[in-house]
C-alpha cells in the first residue's frame, strides 16, 4: 500500500502550476487548444463571484431552481454533438459513446431538476413544551476536480449534486480534457444559473490543489487517481471540509459454469473495452471457474478479434485510441511486465495490426491468462484495454480472491443461480455488486467506492449527505416559567 505523500519521479516530471494547458488530440496528435492556467488571483475573484451567486442561488425558490436546471438538461441534449465532438478530439472518445453519454447528462440534469425542490428536513420527537426540527443547508461553494475520461458527463454528474442542493461550484476539468466543461459553464450560464454558479478553472494539477486549499471553498468533489484522491482528502481534512472522493479501481468479474456463458463474454469485453478500458469501474480482474476456463478464455479471445478499433469519429468504430503517450506507455509496460512475471498474452498486446503505421494511441483488446493474484497486472489499475484472467475453484475461493485487493468500486457476478448471487453480494467488499450485466450507472443509483475506491458517494439520494449540512432548531413552546436547574436563582 502506498502511503507516502513524497512526488515519484514520473510526477515530478509532470507540468507545473504556470505552465499552459495543451490539449493533444491522442487520434492525431495534433494540437487541439492552448489554454493559460487560471492564476492565483483569478482563483480568488472566481471564489468570491460564487460567493455572492450562491447566495442568490440558494435563495431561489425551489421551483426557480429546478426550472433552471430543466432548461440546462434541453440545452445539454441540444449540444450533445458538439459536447461529444470536443470530448472525442481531446480524449479519443468514440463520438458514439460521447453521443449517449451527453444524453445520459441530460438525463441527470432532469433528475435534479425534480429533486432540488425536494430537500427536506425533519421533525423531531421532543419533550413537551419543546419543538425540534432540522434544516438542510448548503455547505457554500463546492470545488469539483475531474478526470479526463467522461469529461462532459462529468462536469453535469458531478456539478449537480452541489448544485441541486443550493451549491455553487467551481469546477477544475482534467488538463487533457477542458473544453467540454468550458461549453458547460456557458449553457449554465444560457440555462439562468447566476453569473458565477457554475465556473471553470483550468491547469494542472496544481491548480486543483489549490481550488480544493481555497479558504473560500467549503466542499469537494475528487474523482481521480488513489494518489490524488490521497492528497485531496488531507487537504479536506486540514480545511474541516466535507469531501467526496471517487477513486480507482480493479474490479473483479466473477464467472461460473452455470452462466449464459455468451451473455457474459459480451459483457465482460464491453465492460473491459468500452473507453478503451479508461473506465474506473471496468472489470479488469477477471476470475473464471477452473472447469470452463479454457472455453471462456477462447470465446473472449474469438470475440476480442470482432472488436472495431480505429477512429473515434467513425460511427463504425468501438474502441478508440488511449488519451496520451504517458497512458500508452504505462499500459505497455504493464502488459510487458505481466508477461515477464509469468502470464501469457493471449491477445492483443500491442497496437493492431491494421493501425500498425498511423499515428494514433491504439491498444488492441488485450487479454492476459495465466495471471496470479501477487502480479501487478492484478493488484494495479492499468486504464487500459487489459483483461487479466485467473481461475477459482469454489465460491468460497472466487470471494476470497475478489476480496484480495486495495480497491473496492465494482464488482461483477455471472451466474444462474439467484442464492449464490445474494450471498456472494453479501460478501464482497466493493461499493456497488452486479449480477449478470455489465456496468450499470445512472443518475438514482448510488455509486461510491470501498477502501481505497473512494469515500462518501456520488449519485441518487445518498449525494445529498455530502452537498448538504443539518442545522438543528429547538423552540421552547411551554409557556410556564422557564424550567431551571438552578432553584434560588
Ligand atoms: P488524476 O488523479 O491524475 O487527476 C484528476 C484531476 O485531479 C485532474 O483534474 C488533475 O489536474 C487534478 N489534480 C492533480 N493533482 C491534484 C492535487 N494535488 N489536488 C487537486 N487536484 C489535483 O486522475 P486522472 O488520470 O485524470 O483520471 C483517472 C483516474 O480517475 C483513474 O484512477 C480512475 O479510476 C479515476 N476515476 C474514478 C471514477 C469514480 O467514479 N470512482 C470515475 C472516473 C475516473
Same mark, same amino acid.
Given at each position: 500500500?502506498?502511503?507516502?505523500?513524497?512526488?515519484?519521479?514520473?510526477?515530478?516530471?509532470?507540468?507545473?502550476?504556470?505552465?499552459?494547458?495543451? &490539449?493533444?488530440?491522442? *487520434? *492525431?496528435?495534433? *494540437?487541439?487548444?492552448?489554454?493559460?492556467?487560471?492564476?492565483?488571483?483569478?482563483?480568488?475573484?472566481?471564489?468570491?463571484?460564487?460567493?455572492?451567486?450562491?447566495?442568490?442561488? !440558494?435563495?431561489?425558490?425551489?421551483?426557480?431552481?429546478?426550472?433552471?436546471?430543466?432548461?440546462?438538461?434541453?440545452?445539454?441534449?441540444?449540444? $450533445?454533438?458538439?459536447?461529444?465532438?470536443?470530448?472525442?478530439?481531446?480524449?479519443?472518445?468514440?463520438?458514439?459513446?460521447?453521443?449517449?453519454?451527453?444524453?445520459?447528462? +441530460?438525463?441527470?440534469?432532469?433528475?435534479?431538476?425534480?429533486?432540488?425542490?425536494?430537500?427536506?428536513?425533519?421533525?423531531?420527537?421532543?419533550?413537551?413544551?419543546?419543538?425540534?426540527?432540522?434544516?438542510?443547508?448548503?455547505?457554500?461553494?463546492?470545488?469539483?476536480?475531474?478526470?479526463?475520461?467522461?469529461?462532459?458527463?462529468?462536469?453535469?454528474?458531478?456539478?449537480?449534486?452541489?448544485?441541486?442542493?443550493?451549491?455553487?461550484?467551481?469546477?477544475?476539468?482534467?488538463?487533457?480534457?477542458?473544453?467540454?466543461?468550458?461549453?458547460?459553464?456557458?449553457?449554465?450560464?444560457?440555462? /439562468?444559473?447566476?453569473?458565477?454558479?457554475?465556473?471553470?478553472?483550468? $491547469?494542472?494539477?496544481?491548480?486543483?490543489?489549490?481550488?480544493?486549499?481555497?479558504? /473560500?471553498?467549503?466542499?469537494?468533489? %475528487?474523482?481521480?487517481?488513489?494518489?490524488?484522491?490521497? !492528497?485531496?482528502?488531507? +487537504?479536506?481534512?486540514?480545511? %474541516?471540509?466535507?469531501?467526496?472522493?471517487?477513486?480507482?479501481?480493479?474490479?473483479?468479474?466473477?464467472? %461460473?459454469?452455470?452462466?449464459?456463458?455468451?451473455?457474459?463474454?459480451?459483457?465482460?469485453?464491453?465492460?473491459?473495452?468500452?473507453?478503451?478500458?479508461?473506465?474506473?469501474?471496468?472489470?479488469?480482474?477477471?476470475?473464471?471457474?477452473?472447469?470452463?476456463?479454457?472455453?471462456?478464455?477462447?470465446?473472449?479471445?474469438?470475440?476480442?478479434?470482432?472488436? #472495431?478499433?480505429?477512429?473515434?469519429?467513425?460511427?463504425?468504430?468501438?474502441? $478508440?485510441?488511449?488519451?496520451?503517450?504517458?497512458?500508452?506507455? #504505462?499500459?505497455?509496460?504493464?502488459?510487458?511486465?505481466?508477461?515477464?512475471?509469468?502470464?501469457?498474452?493471449?491477445?492483443?498486446?500491442?497496437?493492431?495490426?491494421?493501425?500498425?503505421?498511423?499515428?494514433?494511441?491504439?491498444?488492441?483488446?488485450?487479454?492476459?491468462? /495465466?495471471?496470479?493474484?501477487?502480479?501487478? &497486472?492484478?493488484?494495479?489499475? &492499468? %486504464?487500459?484495454?487489459?483483461?487479466?484472467?485467473?481461475?477459482?475453484?469454489?465460491?468460497?475461493?472466487?470471494?476470497?480472491?475478489?476480496?484480495?485487493?486495495?480497491?473496492?468500486?465494482?464488482?461483477?457476478?455471472?451466474?444462474?443461480?439467484?442464492?449464490?448471487?445474494?450471498?456472494?453480494?453479501?460478501?464482497?467488499?466493493?461499493?456497488?455488486?452486479?449480477?449478470?450485466?455489465?456496468?450499470?450507472?445512472?443518475?438514482?443509483?448510488?455509486? /461510491?467506492?470501498? #477502501?481505497?475506491?473512494?469515500?462518501?458517494?456520488?449519485?441518487?439520494?445518498?449525494?445529498?449527505?455530502?452537498?448538504?449540512?443539518? #442545522?438543528?432548531? *429547538?423552540?421552547?413552546?411551554?409557556?410556564?416559567?422557564?424550567?431551571?436547574?438552578?432553584?434560588?436563582?
Amino acid at each position: 500500500m502506498t502511503t507516502t505523500l513524497e512526488a515519484t519521479p514520473q510526477q515530478a516530471a509532470l507540468p507545473g502550476r504556470d505552465d499552459d494547458v495543451v &490539449v493533444v488530440n491522442p *487520434t *492525431t496528435g495534433e *494540437t487541439v487548444a492552448t489554454l493559460a492556467p487560471t492564476s492565483a488571483a483569478d482563483l480568488d475573484e472566481a471564489v468570491a463571484r460564487a460567493k455572492v451567486a450562491q447566495r442568490t442561488w !440558494r435563495s431561489m425558490s425551489g421551483d426557480a431552481r429546478s426550472q433552471v436546471l430543466w432548461r440546462w438538461s434541453e440545452l445539454i441534449e441540444a449540444h $450533445g454533438e458538439e459536447l461529444a465532438t470536443l470530448d472525442s478530439r481531446c480524449t479519443g472518445k468514440v463520438l458514439r459513446d460521447g453521443l449517449s453519454e451527453n444524453k445520459n447528462a +441530460a438525463r441527470y440534469a432532469r433528475w435534479w431538476a425534480g429533486r432540488t425542490d425536494k430537500l427536506f428536513g425533519e421533525q423531531l420527537e421532543d419533550a413537551a413544551g419543546r419543538f425540534s426540527y432540522t434544516i438542510r443547508e448548503p455547505l457554500g461553494i463546492f470545488a469539483v476536480v475531474l478526470p479526463w475520461n467522461a469529461p462532459a458527463l462529468g462536469s453535469v454528474s458531478r456539478t449537480l449534486p452541489p448544485l441541486g442542493c443550493g451549491n455553487a461550484v467551481i469546477v477544475k476539468p482534467s488538463e487533457f480534457s477542458p473544453l467540454s466543461a468550458l461549453r458547460m459553464a456557458e449553457l449554465a450560464l444560457e440555462a /439562468g444559473m447566476p453569473e458565477g454558479l457554475y465556473q471553470v478553472v483550468t $491547469g494542472h494539477g496544481a491548480v486543483g490543489a489549490e481550488l480544493v486549499e481555497h479558504e /473560500g471553498v467549503d466542499g469537494i468533489s %475528487f474523482t481521480g487517481s488513489v494518489t490524488t484522491g490521497r !492528497r485531496v482528502n488531507l +487537504a479536506a481534512a486540514a480545511g %474541516f471540509k466535507k469531501a467526496t472522493l471517487e477513486l480507482g479501481g480493479k474490479s473483479p468479474v466473477v464467472v %461460473f459454469p452455470d452462466a449464459d456463458l455468451d451473455d457474459a463474454a459480451l459483457g465482460i469485453l464491453i465492460g473491459i473495452l468500452m473507453n478503451a478500458g479508461q473506465i474506473c469501474a471496468a472489470n479488469s480482474r477477471l476470475l473464471v471457474h477452473e472447469s470452463i476456463a479454457e472455453e471462456f478464455t477462447a470465446k473472449l479471445i474469438e470475440r476480442a478479434a470482432r472488436v #472495431k478499433v480505429g477512429d473515434p469519429m467513425d460511427p463504425e468504430t468501438q474502441v $478508440g485510441p488511449v488519451v496520451c503517450q504517458r497512458q500508452y506507455d #504505462k499500459v505497455m509496460d504493464f502488459i510487458a511486465s505481466a508477461e515477464a512475471e509469468g502470464a501469457t498474452v493471449s491477445a492483443g498486446g500491442g497496437r493492431p495490426v491494421h493501425l500498425a503505421e498511423g499515428k494514433g494511441l491504439f491498444i488492441a483488446p488485450t487479454i492476459i491468462t /495465466g495471471v496470479s493474484a501477487d502480479m501487478s &497486472v492484478n493488484r494495479e489499475e &492499468v %486504464f487500459g484495454p487489459v483483461l487479466a484472467v485467473g481461475t477459482f475453484s469454489t465460491e468460497e475461493e472466487a470471494v476470497a480472491q475478489a476480496n484480495d485487493s486495495e480497491f473496492g468500486l465494482a464488482s461483477y457476478i455471472w451466474t444462474s443461480d439467484g442464492a449464490r448471487i445474494h450471498r456472494m453480494a453479501e460478501q464482497i467488499e466493493a461499493g456497488v455488486v452486479h449480477a449478470n450485466t455489465y456496468l450499470v450507472m445512472d443518475v438514482q443509483l448510488p455509486f /461510491g467506492g470501498f #477502501k481505497q475506491s473512494g469515500v462518501s458517494n456520488a449519485f441518487g439520494n445518498e449525494a445529498i449527505e455530502a452537498c448538504t449540512q443539518v #442545522k438543528r432548531i *429547538t423552540i421552547r413552546t411551554g409557556d410556564g416559567p422557564l424550567p431551571s436547574p438552578w432553584p434560588g436563582v
